[in-house]
């Protein structure tokens, strides 16, 4: 069974950094397009960040510039490096699997990790 399991949030300062981890147990990543996502309290859940499997990027708005998202396809990992962040970035943050055609999730969701940024 496939299983997502994000970890690398916490708490952090306005203007901090994070790097979160998203592994994909029990299958591979390769060939997949990988999202990030958030959900804040009361808010729906959004696409912060996404990459093909050929390394082709696409970010939100409110992320631009400041998050990078990354692959290792030998580790099954997807990364995203949250830089300058703002206590609107406070979420939790999962990350899934994307069909190619209209990017709808193809896994069930993993418990997602809390990041929180104090002004």
């Known amino acids: 069974q496939v299983q997502l399991v994000e970890s690398g949030g916490g708490l952090v300062q306005a203007g901090g950094s994070l790097r979160l981890s998203c592994i994909v147990s029990?299958?591979?990543?390769?060939?997949?397009?990988m999202g990030w996502y958030r959900q804040a309290p009361g808010k729906q859940r959004e696409l912060v960040a996404r990459?093909?499997?050929?390394?082709?990027?696409k970010y939100g708005d409110s992320v631009k510039g400041r998050f990078t998202i990354s692959r290792d396809n030998a580790m099954n990992t997807v990364y995203l490096q949250m830089s300058d962040l703002r206590p609107e970035d406070t979420a939790v943050y999962y990350c899934n699997v994307l069909a190619v055609v209209d990017e709808r999730t193809l896994l069930p969701w993993g418990q997602g990790t809390q990041v929180t940024v104090s002004s």
């Open positions: 990459i093909t499997s050929g390394g082709m990027t």
């Open positions: 029990g299958g591979t990543i390769s060939g997949s397009v």
